[in-house]
């Protein structure tokens, strides 16, 4: 039986026994996973239920693919820049491409920036109770800003630190222009 699974914004056919390399998802080298997005499934000419079919994959390992060079380079300028990338990939072993969910074990394929915020996510709890404790400390802060502002208030204005308009010296005057001592001056 084949199947035509989607991971990684790209789209595979896969059967048991394919290996295949697709982006990063998260686990660790010898886990067990589910491919649940299957867009199509059928055995030789004969189509099955997309819906009902999954696939179960075994990682092989975590890897990354072959260098891709990025060169940048600005004509007549003398910008060159030159940087090299190398993309993470999962490798994966299909075990078992059927009908219906045969090890209920098997964790769901997801890619691992998704892991990486579901692991954020835990940690959001605990930072939202320590801005409520804030909060109480913030009602306490603004009463002492606020009698602060009221002494200020009270506090009487120096006279020396306004200055008025005609107090302040008027601008400068421009030089008159300097005679250039060309041969025009001389005649």
Request: glycine share 8%.
């Amino acid at each position: 039986m084949f199947a035509v699974v989607r991971t990684g914004g790209k789209q595979y056919r896969v059967a048991a026994g394919d290996k295949i390399a697709v982006e990063k998802l998260a686990g660790e080298a010898g886990e067990t996973i589910t491919l649940d997005d299957v867009l199509m499934a059928g055995e030789g000419d004969n189509l099955a239920d997309a819906s009902k079919v999954t696939v179960s994959a075994e990682v092989i390992a975590q890897a990354k693919s072959e260098k891709v060079i990025v060169f940048k380079k600005r004509r007549r300028h003398n910008y060159r820049r030159k940087a090299g990338h190398r993309q993470h990939m999962t490798l994966l072993r299909i075990t078992d491409v059927g009908e219906g969910g045969k090890k209920p074990a098997a964790k769901k394929a997801a890619p691992a920036k998704k892991a990486d915020e579901a692991a954020t996510e835990e940690k959001k709890p605990a930072a939202k109770k320590a801005p409520a404790k804030k909060a109480e400390s913030k009602g306490a802060a603004a009463e002492t800003k606020s009698t602060a502002a009221e002494a200020k208030k009270a506090a009487p204005k120096k006279a020396g630190a306004t200055k008025k308009a005609a107090d302040k010296k008027p601008a400068a005057k421009k030089a008159a222009p300097k005679a250039s001592g060309g041969k025009a001056d001389k005649k």
